[in-house]
């Protein structure tokens, strides 16, 4: 009750977009109204976010949440949103106060019944209603301690899993700033694609990974670099083509080049057995879930980068997939780099042979004007 008799004064400290009242109605029960300012333009969207955070507030100290009524709503054509707000007293505070009442009327009942009944009698009533009342004492203790004890432990589960949260994100800000320094500093395709894949091993939580690339006239895809692959694995994706046509063996990646269509697999047995895209190419390596993105640049597919799980895990969420599309991206931009810098290093030893050979035509001839001239 409390916590919600604090709300306006917490509303109209963190928004100046509406103003807020709240009404004690009950000991379970609040009236808040909300009224949006004039200069503003409340969506709908806000109102349901309120009464989302309204519903959720009991749940912390009751394990239920409120019930939430809306008689009035300003997107109705009301001037303000009004919430009835009612929820269910914890097991503590029920037997808490039927605590109190016992012993409210066990006092004055012996304050009574002194003067009626004889001694005896009179301590054999005082001492049940002691007996009943220490009983209800130690039943709300327990409660209240029982009830203290999943408070903590749910906020404490909430504290390891933001703890959990900000290591992940610590980790993909490491891993997009080492990223960005690789594709920026090397120029050879071979260690590039070392370098980023080991990278994303150290960062990323998964099982394996492996990178596939184009050939020059992209026609077909081949191993380029990956982690954690058995001898024999590894030696099957050395010599493996597979080749960028219409046929339907190894389609998932196909699509996912040709289409420039990402993929994202939490069962692969399961989704073989519902959908017709043939992923038998991460079934033969023993993958229960995996992440198949394309590595475009400038809407040109250049190869593959696909990530996998061999035991069970957490579920892969879009997060993962959109997270492995911007990195994707920048090894796109880095292959793509080496490849321009490899050309132009082409070009200048063509330059140069060429200027050389000019050189030596030119000393040639010079030297046979020099002999013609002295005969």
């Known amino acids: 009750l409390s916590l919600y008799l604090m709300i306006n004064k917490l509303h109209n400290t963190m928004t100046k977009g509406a103003t807020t009242t709240v009404k004690k109605l009950g ?12 200069f503003t333009k409340e969506k709908p969207y806000q109102c349901e976010n309120r009464k989302g955070t309204f519903e959720s507030l009991a749940k912390a100290f009751t394990g239920k949440l409120a019930h939430i009524q809306e008689p009035k709503c300003y997107h109705k054509g009301d001037g303000y949103c009004e919430y009835i707000i009612d929820w269910i007293s914890s097991p503590a505070k029920n037997f808490k106060r039927i605590r109190n009442i016992v012993l409210g009327v066990s006092i004055s009942s012996a304050i009574i019944l002194f003067f009626i009944l004889s001694a005896t009698t009179w301590v054999i009533f005082l001492l049940s209603c002691t007996s009943v009342c ?28 933001l703890v959990e949260e900000i290591d992940i994100r610590h980790n993909h800000a490491l891993l997009v700033q080492k990223l960005g320094q690789l594709t920026s500093t090397i120029i050879n395709i071979d260690e590039l694609t070392t370098n980023v894949m080991d990278t994303i091993k150290t960062h990323l939580d998964f099982d394996r990974g492996l990178m596939l690339l184009a050939n020059d006239t992209s026609s077909r895809l081949y191993y380029q ?12 994706l050395l010599d493996l083509s597979i ?7 190894n389609e998932i990646l196909l699509k996912a080049f040709n289409n420039q269509q990402p993929y994202l697999i939490n069962n692969i047995n399961e989704y073989d057995r519902k959908h017709t895209l043939d992923i038998s190419f991460f079934k033969e390596l023993g993958s229960t879930a995996c992440i198949c993105i ?3 640049y400038k809407k040109k597919s250049m190869g593959i980068l696909a990530l996998e799980n061999t035991v069970s895990k957490k579920l892969l969420a879009k997060s993962d997939m959109s997270l492995l599309m911007g990195i994707a991206s920048q090894i796109a931009v880095g292959i793509n780099n080496t490849i321009i810098f490899n050309k132009l290093e082409e070009h200048k030893k063509e330059l140069q042979n060429s200027r050389d050979q000019l050189e030596q035509r030119v000393e040639e001839r010079t030297s046979e004007l020099k002999q013609v001239n002295e005969e």
């Open 134 to 161: 220490s009983l209800l004492s130690y039943r709300t203790e327990s409660l209240e301690k029982k009830e203290l004890s999943n408070t903590i432990e749910v906020q404490g589960n909430a504290a390891k899993e």
């Open 243 to 249: 080749y960028l046509n219409k046929s339907h063996q």
């Open 27 to 38: 000991p379970n029960k609040v009236e808040i109204v909300v009224k949006p300012c004039s």
């Open 294 to 296: 394309p590595i475009i």
């Open 225 to 236: 670099s990956g982690y954690r692959y058995t001898a024999a694995q590894k030696a099957h």
